[in-house]
């Protein structure tokens, strides 16, 4: 029986979180433009987000599908604004989803690693439903993490600024007590639910990481498929624009703004989904920015005040905005910004990032070389990757790991956000390579997913779960 007739059955379980949602989505509709049939299990709140991309997949033939869960009355999750921290429960999900197994049994559910409660429910059903794990991260960082874990550099070292070397890796990569997670219980969890599972998705590629990919895989006895990187499955304009929700600025404005500019000539910056920057922080970015001179696009998150309320005005220099705009020199985008659409397009040369790992692809990507400003989660080890292994990037010199529910401060001054701005976009020799260089990484990037070491993953795991059908019809 061929695929078309009897398709491996797929269920994705996304969290609720921009950052994990928006991958898993790519992920589910990437398997189905494979042949699998996919199913997304989602609640009718969250659904409002992706379902127009859905439809659109449909509409092209691919067999794809929404399943929302019923939620216990007056019980809600995250809002749908993309900003639901990793420690969000989820678990009124629990039951629902048991139900919606037993009654539907797929080939094989993939679920993301922040519903905690997922993997034990999941495996005390004793269905035999390969249940695969996808954490949102890449290699690297799950290899950095491990040793650290396990072989404790960060005890050996006498203050939070002394740098440590990460043993076993297969480069020299250096890191600071002050820049790992204060918390890890989220890392307990990613290990736990990866012990007894199926596999592990990773959305990354091969030949972008292939020494850790090697040591994900045989020092840490993972077994993965990598099949990234899936934001290169959103292919029609209409989906780079409402990926994750609707910009907040129309995608006609921002398009026909970045062709009036120079090829390469604009900085991107944006720190992502859950960003909540201070007011002085802002000012500092701004300042920077003036005196560095160079065309931009930034996404300003949410601005928090000290009493951790939200702070709607007085983040910007006075007329900076009002400049900035008459100049056309600078775009200020509150809110969401249709990220690909901005990152693909050839005036953008340069990424300011926080280093999550969707906005690390993403960059990668689309050839764009960044300056990295790591702030929370694994993003100071996506930075060393990109600096240090990839050598696509400047660090800003973002030095402390702060957490979600924490207070933001103002961590990096407007002299080294002028200096890191002006190394990356001013054109010097050093500049030019690392735009070369990630021009070819982008380049290898569309080559794994178009039939490449990617695509070759991805039918290797439905190959994998046909197989199991046959065998246990
Ligand atoms: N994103 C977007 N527009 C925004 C902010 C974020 O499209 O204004 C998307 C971005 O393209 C990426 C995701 O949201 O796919 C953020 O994920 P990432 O891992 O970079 O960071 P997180 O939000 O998890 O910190």
Redesign the pocket.
């Given at each position: 029986m061929d695929s078309k007739s009897h398709p491996v059955e797929m269920f994705f379980f996304p969290y609720v979180?921009?950052?994990h949602q928006?991958?898993m989505i790519d992920l589910a509709r990437m398997f189905a433009a494979h042949g699998a049939k996919s199913t997304i299990i989602s609640t009718a709140k969250h659904t409002l987000s992706f379902q127009k991309s859905i439809l659109r997949d449909q509409q092209s033939g691919h067999q794809i599908f929404i399943q929302t869960l019923q939620l216990p009355d007056n019980v809600d999750i995250a809002d749908t604004d993309?900003s639901a921290p990793p420690q969000t429960d989820t678990s009124m999900l629990q039951e629902p989803l048991k139900s919606l197994l037993l009654q539907c049994q797929p080939d094989c559910i993939v679920h993301d690693v922040f519903h905690r409660w997922a993997a034990d429910a999941i495996d005390n059903l004793e269905l035999d439903i390969p249940r695969i794990v996808f954490t949102g991260n890449g290699c690297f960082s799950n290899c950095a993490r491990e040793n650290i874990t396990k072989f404790k550099p960060d005890e050996m070292v006498g203050s939070d600024y002394e740098p440590f070397v990460v043993p076993g890796l297969p480069d020299r990569i250096e890191l600071t007590r002050s820049q790992l997670p204060v918390f890890r219980v989220i890392q307990q969890h990613m290990r736990k639910s990866q012990e007894k599972c199926f596999g592990v998705v990773v959305n990354s590629f091969y030949e972008l990481e292939p020494a850790y990919v090697e040591y994900f895989k045989k020092e840490l006895g993972n077994k993965a498929w990598l099949i990234g990187p899936v934001?290169l499955y959103n292919r029609n304009i209409a989906d780079k624009a409402e990926?994750?929700k609707k910009g907040s600025i129309d995608e006609q404005s921002i398009l026909s703004w970045l062709d009036s500019k120079e090829p390469h000539s604009v900085l991107y910056i944006?720190f992502?989904?859950?960003a909540r920057l201070a007011p002085e922080q802002l000012l500092e970015i701004a300042y920077g920015l003036l005196a560095s001179n160079q065309p931009f696009i930034w996404?300003v998150g949410k601005v928090f005040k000290a009493n951790g309320k939200e702070k709607l005005e007085n983040w910007l220099p006075r007329g900076f905005e009002e400049e900035m705009t008459e100049s056309r020199k600078g775009l200020i985008i509150r809110g969401?910004?249709?990220?690909?659409l901005i990152l693909e397009h050839s005036s953008v040369g340069g990424f300011m990032t926080?280093c999550?790992?969707?906005?690390t692809l993403?960059g990668v990507s689309c050839g764009v070389p960044m300056i990295t400003w790591p702030m929370s989660?694994e993003q100071f080890y996506n930075e060393k990757l990109i600096t240090d292994v990839l050598k696509i990037g400047f660090k800003v010199g973002s030095l402390d790991w702060l957490s979600w529910n924490m207070e933001p401060r103002a961590a990096v001054g407007r002299d080294k956000v002028e200096e890191a701005v002006k190394r990356l976009m001013g054109g010097g020799e050093e500049a030019v390579e690392k735009r070369n260089k990630a021009r070819q990484i982008g380049e290898m990037a569309k080559r794994a997913v178009e039939g490449g070491s990617s695509y070759k993953d991805a039918i290797a795991l439905i190959k994998e779960l046909k197989d199991r059908q046959k065998t246990n019809p």
């Open positions: 979180g921009g950052g928006i991958p993309m934001s990926r994750g944006s992502g989904s859950l996404v969401w910004a249709p990220q690909l926080h999550g790992w969707n906005s993403e989660a």
